[in-house]
């Protein structure tokens, strides 16, 4: 799929040329809707098998890895599949400038997920032994804490949008704690990340305010290290310079809070839409972790992530790939390979093997933390507001859907209003064993300050719910062979 930058077929154009695999292959830029994405996949799996030629914005070539073998191969292969994007064809060609949409993920970085060998070893043993050292029981607590504040900011309303008032803030209200900013960075910190990963006319801006509150809080912790990430960088045997621990840290927090953050939404949805989880969680047969399990192999934070780049002419799964080609990792499309789960109706609770933080020496070194703040969030949450229901129907839920993720733009509900005291208004106080509550992570970490102590468990839920609320179905899913499908694409399996 190389173009030869001296052949005729390659001048001005990105376009693969006549007899290509990825001539006349699908744009998935151009495919509009989650479900009609699904329905490529599959048409794509039926005619190629576990690799299929696609195009991508730009009109460029690359291959999109279906199955989920394929993908541990990909990605367990760094000597085949480099990280390093300035391998990339269309790079060397000039095809993608920095106005490309895919380059603000793909522009090479001097981080750890850009490195391989010997210089990955290096940056990443410091990262994942930082974020180790993080004292879990002391961020459930922080989890904890900024729950009550963002409940306190809309409770008294009984309504609030849980995407921009809750699942937007939270990672990065705690986040900022980890990695050793005072608390009241945090309201800001949310703010720029949110206009970067938006892309808004003002990111440029944002993105310099977050660099210039990331170098001085090196240049602060290289002085005077403290019970933090940051410090756990700078005093890393490794020795990191002051810039590539700074530019881990902005790594770490951008690309925390967007997996965090649609990692909290799809398990709300899904609690509030299919009323046998929530019977289920309530009813002490699975706990919220199982939950988890179940969202992060249906509807995994990122559906596509690109990438990986060849290093040399290979084979995948039948296809010759060659030196510089693309390969894109499908994470939803290999989580609902038929090959490992035959029948998406069957559970997974516990089963862990699922894409959604990729994996071989690049798997995600904060999926611990991000899994953390999810469960404690939204543990917390429905202890503070144990009857929150949605405010419309699910078919009026609005996404934001695109060929690399899938997420909510807004979750509106209600609620009983609470009291400026912070009781729930009719809600006894008395308290109830909580499923939920189980599902707290237990990880042994090193001490750091650390804020109160967490809520005690729920009270029960009352049986009715509030005016304008919208019950969950009851019903089981309408299913095509391989994918599970709500409408306007949300992913859920079944919780029996």
Same mark, same amino acid.
């Given at each position: ?20 695999? /990825? ?32 195009? *991508? ?58 490195? +391989? ?13 930082? *974020? ?70 003002? /990111? ?19 002085? #005077?290290?403290?019970? +933090?990430? #940051? ?6 045997? !490794? ?123 690049? !798997? ?13 969030? *939204? ?50 106080? !008395? ?66």
């Amino acid at each position: 799929m190389t173009l030869d930058p001296n052949s005729p077929d390659s001048v001005g154009s990105a376009s693969p040329p006549p007899g290509c695999p /990825a001539h006349g292959a699908p744009r998935l830029d151009a495919i509009e809707g989650a479900s009609e994405r699904a329905a490529l996949y599959e048409r794509l799996r039926g005619e190629y098998g576990a690799v299929a030629p696609v195009r *991508i914005p730009g009109d460029l070539p690359a291959w999109l890895v279906l199955g989920h073998r394929e993908v541990l191969e990909v990605v367990r292969t760094p000597s085949k599949f480099s990280r390093d994007s300035r391998l990339w064809t269309a790079v060397r060609q000039g095809q993608v400038t920095p106005e490309h949409p895919l380059a603000p993920v793909t522009a090479w970085q001097p981080v750890c997920s850009f490195a +391989d060998g010997e210089e990955h070893k290096r940056l990443r043993s410091a990262v994942t032994q930082s *974020i180790g050292r993080v004292d879990r029981h002391g961020m459930r607590r922080y989890v904890n804490r900024f729950t009550g504040q963002l409940v306190q900011q809309f409770g008294t309303t009984g309504r609030a949008d849980l995407v921009s008032q809750f699942a937007a803030q939270l990672p990065m209200l705690v986040m900022s704690r980890l990695i050793g900013l005072s608390e009241q960075h945090g309201p800001q910190l949310v703010t720029w990340v949110q206009d970067v990963i938006r892309g808004t006319a003002s /990111a440029g801006e944002s993105n310099t305010l977050i660099v210039s509150l990331l170098r001085e809080l090196v240049e602060r912790k290289r002085g #005077t290290p403290g019970q +933090d990430i #940051t410090s756990w960088l700078i005093l890393h045997e !490794e020795g990191l310079a002051d810039h590539e621990v700074l530019e881990h840290l902005r790594f770490l927090l951008i690309s925390a809070n967007t997996t965090t953050t649609n990692l909290i939404t799809s398990t709300l949805v899904v609690t509030f839409t299919d009323r046998r989880l929530r019977a289920n969680l309530a009813g002490a047969s699975m706990t919220l972790t199982d939950a988890l399990d179940q969202v992060l192999w249906d509807s995994p934070p990122m559906t596509v992530v690109p990438g990986r780049w060849a290093t040399g002419d290979t084979t995948l799964a039948g296809q010759e790939i060659r030196e510089g080609d693309l390969l894109l990792l499908g994470l939803l499309a290999g989580n609902s390979d038929p090959a490992v789960r035959p029948d998406l109706s069957v559970p997974v609770h516990r089963n862990r093997s699922h894409l959604s933080f990729s994996g071989g020496p690049h !798997e995600c070194p904060g999926q611990d933390i991000g899994r953390g703040i999810a469960e404690t969030g *939204i543990d917390a949450l429905l202890h503070l507001l144990p009857d929150l229901r949605l405010a419309v129907g699910e078919d009026e839920l609005e996404w934001d859907d695109s060929w690399l993720s899938s997420h909510l733009t807004h979750l509106p509900v209600v609620f009983t209003p609470r009291r400026t005291s912070g009781e729930p208004v009719g809600v006894s106080p !008395e308290p109830a064993n909580s499923v939920v509550r189980q599902a707290a992570m237990s990880v042994p970490g090193q001490s750091a300050e650390l804020p109160p102590a967490a809520p005690p468990s729920p009270p029960p839920a009352p049986s009715t719910a509030p005016s304008g609320a919208h019950e969950p179905s009851t019903a089981a899913d309408p299913r095509q062979r391989g994918w599970l499908r709500r409408k306007n694409a949300t992913r859920t399996g079944r919780w029996s």
